[in-house]
Nanobody
């Protein structure tokens, strides 16, 4: 079994910063991509940022130059440093990881339970 556990969400004023963390645990052989997505009521879940094993990153245009994604491969953990937060960043943020549980096994998609980020104006 695999679990993704997020932490670091909360309430912050516009212009402030938050750091999200997501640790993967359980039966894991390797992790390919890890990333963060977010969702607001009535809208589809959208990509925020992703990072692959080699360190290449991808960001949504709306968060470029404000958010930074990083990962600690030894700890199976991904981080999202969010600076210059805006009210429109308010959402539930979900951690995602593409994980291979055993040698030669399939790569499967896993999600965390979500953490609320609220940015007040």
């Amino acid at each position: 079994q695999v679990q993704l556990v997020e932490s670091g969400g909360g309430l912050v004023q516009a212009g402030g910063s938050l750091r999200l963390s997501c640790a993967a645990s359980g039966s894991i052989f390797s992790i390919n991509a890890m990333g963060w997505y977010r969702q607001t009521p009535g809208k589809q879940r959208e990509l925020v940022a992703t990072i692959i094993t080699g360190g290449s990153t991808n960001y949504a245009d709306s968060v470029k130059f404000r958010f930074t994604i990083s990962r600690d491969n030894a700890k199976n953990t991904v981080y999202l440093q969010m600076n210059s937060l805006k009210p429109e960043d308010t959402a539930v943020y979900y951690c995602n990881a593409v994980i291979q549980r055993v040698v030669g096994g399939p790569m499967n998609n896993y999600w965390g339970q979500g953490t609320q980020v609220t940015v007040s104006s």
